[in-house]
């Protein structure tokens, strides 16, 4: 697979990464697997992980700043 902005391939990793999912919440969803290019480092979701993260956000109590899950739990 190769990256869309400068065209070098892309890894599979695994990452944790955050989401701001209200003006007072971020969620740091932990064990993410991604696509990140070699060269520029921007990264790529599947559609299948893209999927789950929004279900895993939209079960998110905005009443916390903060919250740390596991994409595997």
Not at 14 to 33: A, M, Q, R, W
Not at 56 to 73: F, N, P, Q, R
Request: aromatic residues 6%; negative net charge.
């Amino acid at each position: 697979m190769k990256c869309g902005v400068c065209g070098s391939n892309l890894t599979s990793l695994v990452t944790d990464l955050p989401f701001k999912v209200s003006e007072t919440t971020i969620v740091i969803v932990k064990g993410l697997p991604i696509f990140q290019c070699d060269n520029c480092s921007q990264f790529l979701l599947g559609d299948s992980v893209i999927d789950r993260v929004e279900t895993i956000l939209a079960k998110v109590d905005t009443a916390a700043e903060l919250e740390v899950i596991s994409y595997a739990a």
